[in-house]
């Protein structure tokens, strides 16, 4: 970042006062503020590694900084950017940083921003087909371009939301729409039969959301175990249907996940869509993280079976380069999501044969989104796309090398992709680190006190802690079989060898320096 992040030019002198006057800001001010933004972006973006990427404020302190009412007069500009420096941002946490490991590591692009910067000039709302055609019809080309990208069937309609989790409750809601013999819309769930829909045990959490959101509850939700690699086990999938089935429940939903958000493991979906088939049920597959690597020719293995799915949601937002928010809805039949949710009042009511997204959703406003999208699948090209995921697959398995090469260290999970799951388990306190072990080593004697996992468990908590707090880097941890485990995550468009190496040389420090303390 420059010196003088917002450098003071001389501002319009009247600008204070035309903002008091009716009207806009005046375009000659937008200019000039638009200016000074667009310069100060790409100074932040540049220069991103001079902050810490774990804002470091307290809870609440950002809040104290802020008048508790709005201002009542107008307000320089320059009095609003100067806090924007001084108190929005020492309250970031910088997602865009490269070493940013954490969750998934998602990153907004130069294209993607810039698109978004147009989409809310713009101010469309894409609801109709006529209140903006533009959105409507470049919001079928991105996602069936995408659609292409990534090897789906051309039968596979397209729809963009916010979030995956909005994604998989619309498609939830369809799944609860199609059941035969019911009638959710009119009648609501009260006289049907027990829905339930099935899930592994590290499918993520919006799938429950939804089935709370859908009125199915969380026992409307079957966790199914997983396999020693973490994927969902198709013959636990059928007895627990069989089981449901003899118990007077009524399966409809099976969610399958391609790159759990844990460890990334993806479910074999082929299996899966056998016994969806056999059994008459809606097939949804979460692929929000890891979709996008399927326009790789040799990962295009990630989508096997997919094709067979009623629904898919992956994320532009995640892995594509595409500033959040942008969830993809793939379905195989719109028109089930289109009876559970069109309802088209007079004053909505347009004669023209096109799209309207509005019947498709919950919301009726919908935000420009395609633009970014557009933009950033024009600007990088699926060359150019491929050619950076390919290097955030690199990266990954560089680390993971590492992990299974040191005696302190244990890959807790296969990586097929660009996340890491590890922790430290030091030898000489009597653990065994080294090459790829999933399962827990011997158990050394710790004596009194916590059980030893407990023990490993903080230690491996307060490794998490020390490394982020040197703000160099930002990892996350997760808990696979009860155990805590770290978690680092490559997907930043400036992630280079230089962030992972010194995130691995930080956890090697750390550790070293906790274990020569007393
Ligand atoms: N599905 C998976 C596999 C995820 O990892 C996540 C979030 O990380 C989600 C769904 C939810 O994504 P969103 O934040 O877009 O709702």
């Avoid at 310069?39 to 950002?62: C, H, K, N």
């Avoid at 292409?148 to 051309?154: A, D, R, V, Y």
């Avoid at 009042?345 to 919950?362: C, K, Q, V, W």
Wanted: proline share 7%; net charge negative; with cysteine.
């Amino acid at each position: 970042m420059a010196d003088k992040p917002f450098p003071q030019q001389a501002p319009d002198a009247a600008a204070g006062q035309k903002s008091a006057a009716a009207g806009d800001m005046p375009a000659d001010e937008f200019r000039h503020y638009g200016h000074r933004l667009v310069d100060w972006a790409a100074t932040y973006l540049g220069s991103m590694e001079r902050f810490p990427v774990l804002s470091r404020v307290q809870p609440g302190e950002i809040r104290r900084r802020l008048p508790a009412a709005a201002p009542e007069d107008p307000e320089p500009m320059e009095e609003i950017l100067a806090d924007l420096e001084s108190i929005v941002v020492p309250g970031l946490t910088h997602w865009n940083h490269p070493a940013f490991f954490s969750y998934f590591s998602i990153t907004g692009s130069g294209p993607g921003i810039l698109g978004e910067l147009l989409s809310a000039a713009f101010n469309v709302n894409g609801m109709l087909w006529k209140t903006s055609p533009a959105a409507t019809e470049l919001e079928e080309t991105v996602v069936d371009w995408l659609r292409q990208w990534l090897g789906l069937p051309s039968e596979f309609w397209g729809i963009i939301y916010d979030t995956a989790s909005t994604s998989t409750f619309h498609a939830l809601a369809a799944a609860r729409e199609a059941v035969p013999g019911t009638n959710c819309r009119e009648e609501g769930l009260a006289d049907g039969p027990r829905l339930r829909l099935y899930a592994s045990e590290q499918a993520h959490s919006s799938v429950e959301k939804a089935a709370i959101g859908l009125g199915l509850g969380l026992k409307g939700v079957r966790k199914i175990p997983v396999d020693d690699a973490f994927r969902l086990r198709p013959d636990a999938l059928e007895a627990a249907i069989e089981e449901d089935l003899a118990g007077g429940w009524r399966p409809f939903s099976v969610v399958a996940t391609v790159g759990t958000t844990s460890t990334t493991s993806v479910d074999p979906v082929p299996a899966i869509a056998d016994i969806c088939r056999r059994y008459g049920l809606w097939l949804h597959v979460d692929a929000a993280y890891a979709g996008p690597v399927a326009l790789l020719p040799e990962m295009r293995w990630v989508l096997e079976g997919c094709g067979r799915a009623d629904s898919l949601v992956t994320n532009p937002h995640k892995w594509l380069f595409t500033p959040i928010d942008a969830s993809v809805l793939f379905c195989r039949k719109p028109e089930v999501l289109r009876r559970a949710f069109s309802l088209v009042p007079d004053y909505l009511r347009t004669s023209e044969p096109a799209t309207n997204f509005m019947d498709y959703g919950i919301q009726l406003g919908r935000r420009f989104r395609a633009l970014k999208l557009w933009m950033v699948m024009r600007y990088f090209g699926r060359r150019g796309v491929a050619a950076r995921l390919r290097e955030h697959l690199r990266l990954a398995t560089e680390f993971a090398g590492w992990i299974d090469e040191h005696p302190d260290f244990q890959r807790s999970a296969p990586t097929p992709f660009s996340t890491v799951c590890f922790r430290a388990c030091p030898r000489r306190l009597g653990w065994e680190g080294g090459s790829g072990h999933t399962d827990l080593p011997n158990q050394p004697d710790w004596g009194a006190g916590p059980s030893p996992e407990e023990r490993l468990d903080r230690l491996n908590q307060e490794l998490l802690d020390r490394v982020n707090a040197t703000g160099e880097v930002f990892l996350s941890s997760t808990r696979l079989h009860g155990r805590l485990v770290l978690r680092l995550a490559v997907g930043n468009l400036k992630t280079t060898e230089r962030h992972v190496r010194r995130a691995w040389d930080l956890l090697r420090r750390e550790l070293e320096a906790m274990l020569s303390e007393p």
